[in-house]
């Protein structure tokens, strides 16, 4: 089953963890790209109150978290604005 995209990514950027992690894994980071668009948050757990619906204005980032092959966690985080989604490490979150 084919999902929707239900927001628009804005540039699509990755940290050096990231891109180094994704090659480590031998994954494809489109898979997960695909995934975070159509609103499948993986591991990520929204704070309570907080739906992460992305068609929602008000409901600010989109966060998803997913576990590769080799079990590492790789963050995708679509901005406010969509003008940005980010695929980042959980230790160089402060640097996106």
């Known amino acids: 089953m084919i999902s929707e995209i239900k927001f628009d ?3 699509i ?3 050096p963890g990231a891109r180094q ?3 480590n894994s031998d994954e ?3 898979f997960y790209l695909w995934r975070h668009l159509s609103g499948d948050c993986g591991e990520a ?3 309570e109150g907080h739906h ?3 068609n929602d204005a008000q409901s600010g980032a989109v966060v998803s978290c997913y576990r590769l092959r080799n079990g590492a966690l790789i963050w995708c985080i679509t901005d406010v604005v969509r ?3 980010a695929f980042v490490m959980p230790e160089e979150l402060g640097s996106i």
């Open 45 to 47: 757990k929204p704070p």
């Open 83 to 85: 003008a940005t989604t």
């Open 13 to 15: 950027v990755s940290s």
């Open 9 to 11: 990514s804005g540039e």
């Open 21 to 23: 992690m994704f090659k």
């Open 52 to 54: 992460n619906e992305p």
């Open 28 to 30: 494809n980071p489109t």
